[in-house]
């Protein structure tokens, strides 16, 4: 059998391709490469399209005798779904159902969703566990959680094995050449800052946390990668279904300690331009959001095995090889 892997091209795709071909397992990549690239993809088999193209996906998973689905392929940028919230359910939620109903036609037994800390919104407790209600604050999270509601009813339905993986806050790379390549995480827009001389933003410093910046939950790409490897063959065996869970570390950092790691690991740390600026808060940043990660441990035996430091130092590497280092900045000690 073989695994068709959606998004494969992308940051946490492209990882989760190569830690499942690591595994021994076989995999199929579709990706209309909107935001992922090629060179990710290695010499994994690559399907350009569309999750929308139903006569495609069907094709695909005739030819590569498609039994088992990683579903990675989706836009996940939250303040363009807030601008574009009909594309972010044309994509999300349509190209979903789309796929659903290629899987239900070709009888395939196993899909792994990813999903996201989005779809509970501002949670106002320690932990997030998976029960907490979903109250997702925009459209991304909506349609993610919309999206775990219609695999459940399918599921129910058909009987397809199903994983709906939450991540939270995914940094670093497991190898330079899968790095993130957009600027919209914390750790890339730090970078962009640093590199550019420009001191890095903090969006509020006077929330409810010890040092006034909100807390969140860091997880290395790798890690996450692992996850799913072990949700796949958890699922094929049989020995798991139904399973919703979170992926995180269960450890908050706030955004002042991660940018106060960054700076070290940049060589950063002494220069005066390099100060973080407080800005007022943005709207909708809950204070905290940190996962408990029990679910996941006791159900699959996973853990989280990389640390901050890790996933900062993966990260920059990654992001000297792309070249996105200003000389001067490199430089300075
Ligand atoms: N990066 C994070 O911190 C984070 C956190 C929670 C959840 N997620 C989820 O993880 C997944 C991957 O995120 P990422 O950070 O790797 O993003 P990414 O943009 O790097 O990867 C998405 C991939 O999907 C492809 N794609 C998009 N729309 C497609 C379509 N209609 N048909 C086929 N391919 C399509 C893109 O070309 C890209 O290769 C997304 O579902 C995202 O919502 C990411």
């Known amino acids: 059998m073989s695994w068709l892997i959606t998004g494969g091209a992308g940051y946490i795709g492209s990882h989760i391709t190569r830690a499942m071909r690591a595994a021994g397992e076989q995999v199929v990549v579709l990706d209309d490469l909107s935001t992922g690239s090629v060179d990710r993809v290695g010499d994994a088999h690559l399907v350009v399209g569309s999750i929308l193209d139903g006569d495609l996906l069907r094709r695909t998973m005739r030819s590569a005798g498609v039994r088992g689905i990683v579903h990675v392929a989706a836009k996940k940028q939250v303040a363009e779904s807030v601008a574009k919230p009909l594309h972010y359910y044309r994509q999300n939620v349509e190209g979903l159902r789309v796929l659903l109903e290629a899987a239900v036609a070709h009888d395939v037994e196993s899909l792994v969703f990813s999903s996201s800390a989005a779809v509970y919104g501002s949670p106002d407790v320690a932990l997030v566990e998976e029960d907490h209600p979903c109250l997702p604050v925009n459209p991304y999270g909506a349609t993610k959680l919309v999206g775990e509601q219609m695999i459940a009813d399918v599921a129910a339905a058909t009987g397809l094995r199903y994983a709906n993986l939450r991540y939270f806050n995914v940094a670093g790379t497991g190898d330079p050449t899968l790095t993130d390549q957009g600027i919209s995480n914390l750790v890339p827009l730090v970078f962009d800052r640093l590199s550019n001389r420009r001191s890095p933003h903090i969006y509020g410093g006077d929330y409810d946390t010890p040092d006034g910046t909100c807390i969140r939950d860091f997880i290395h790409v790798a890690d996450v990668a692992s996850a799913h490897v072990a949700a796949a063959r958890a699922l094929r065996s049989g020995e ?49 959001v940190v996962a408990s990660s029990t679910r996941l441990q006791s159900v699959l035996g996973w853990r989280a095995s990389e640390d901050t430091e890790q996933m900062v130092r993966s990260a920059w590497a990654g992001w000297v090889a792309m070249g996105r280092t200003a000389p001067a900045a490199a430089a300075v000690g």
């Open 240 to 288: 798991v279904t139904g399973l919703t869970a979170n992926i995180g570390r269960g450890q908050g950092v706030s955004v002042r300690e991660m940018v106060e790691t960054i700076r070290r690991v940049t060589g950063t740390d002494q220069a005066a331009w390099a100060e973080p600026v407080v800005l007022p808060r943005r709207p909708g940043d809950p204070a905290q």
